[in-house]
């Protein structure tokens, strides 16, 4: 089905009618970054709060450039990735750029995601362990998502896809109390009986995953892969800037945006204006 004549928001507005009487989510296309940020804002006005309003950004780099994207970025992303296995209603803005990169496996979010409860006994050394594992970066201070520090027993913690970071108080190896904080003055703020701690990155620093990269890289590219800044800083657990592009070397199979979303989904192309049910 194609629309015409939709001038300023009335194509917002058209979508957001569709989305509220379609019992299933809605996909819409947009052509550049700029129109889907846009977009976001006038379906979110549109479609009120009652209608859940994603959108996935792409990394906004230039690819194999030697810079990740920024921490924002990828929080954003990572919330997206973490909302669709149980997205049954609502919308889904995304640029086209995005929707041609693929992404990781549907279930790897979930399998790590760690909900951290107040009251809970926890091992400090396990605790930061997997947090490095998930990608997270011990630093002195916590400023930008996908950041930890470790003061005696206060833990600050800036988990992905979270608005505001976390401060753990533990009371010998228990969850004390979780709180907020504000990453300028640093003060807590209101308290938190139970938080979702998502993954860092799009892929893994376990050491099955390093291995399974180093496996990976040798097989596709000869030489002396020593000599490899990407293979050695990865083989490491601290991988370099970016890292994202070598994604494919991260998982047997990488999968499309489609992939994670279920066979009711309604597609708009917000490029056209066209709109038809994906098969």
């Given amino acids: ?21 379609h019992d299933g989510p809605v996909l819409v296309v947009a052509s ?41 970025i990828t929080s954003r992303r990572l919330a997206t990735l973490a909302a669709l296995p149980g997205f049954k209603r609502g919308i889904l803005v995304v640029a086209v750029d995005a929707l041609l990169m693929r992404l990781p496996p549907a279930q790897f979010v979930a399998q790590h995601t760690l909900v951290l409860e107040v009251g809970q006994r926890l091992d400090l ?15 002195a201070q916590v400023v930008a998502p996908g950041e930890f520090a470790v003061r005696g027993s206060l833990i600050d913690l800036y988990p992905m896809g979270a608005e505001q970071p976390y401060r753990i108080d533990l009371f010998d190896t228990d969850v004390e109390s979780i709180r907020t904080f504000d990453t300028d003055s640093q003060r807590s703020e209101g308290k938190l009986d139970r938080i979702r701690l998502l993954p860092a990155r799009e892929f893994a620093l376990t050491a099955d995953a390093i291995k ?6 040798r097989q596709r590219f000869e030489g002396d892969v020593t000599r490899s800044v990407v293979y050695k ?23 499309t945006l489609f992939e994670h979303l279920p066979a009711t989904t309604l597609v708009f192309d917000a490029c056209g204006i066209e709109a038809d049910a994906m098969l």
């Fill in 1 to 21: 089905m194609r629309w015409g004549e939709l001038y300023g928001s009335a194509r917002a507005l058209a979508m957001a009618t569709a989305a509220a009487d």
């Fill in 212 to 217: 399974d990269f180093r496996r990976r890289y």
């Fill in 32 to 72: 550049t970054a700029r129109d889907a940020d846009r977009l976001s804002d006038e379906l979110r006005f549109f479609a009120g709060a009652a209608t859940r309003v994603l959108s996935l950004p792409d990394y906004e780099t230039l690819p194999y450039d030697v810079f990740s994207p920024h921490p924002d």
């Fill in 233 to 255: 800083s990865f083989s490491e657990g601290l991988p370099t800037g970016g890292i994202e592009y070598y994604l494919p070397l991260c998982y047997d199979r990488l999968e």
């Fill in 125 to 139: 050394e396990a605790f930061k362990a997997r947090l490095a594992a998930a990608g997270y970066a011990a630093v």
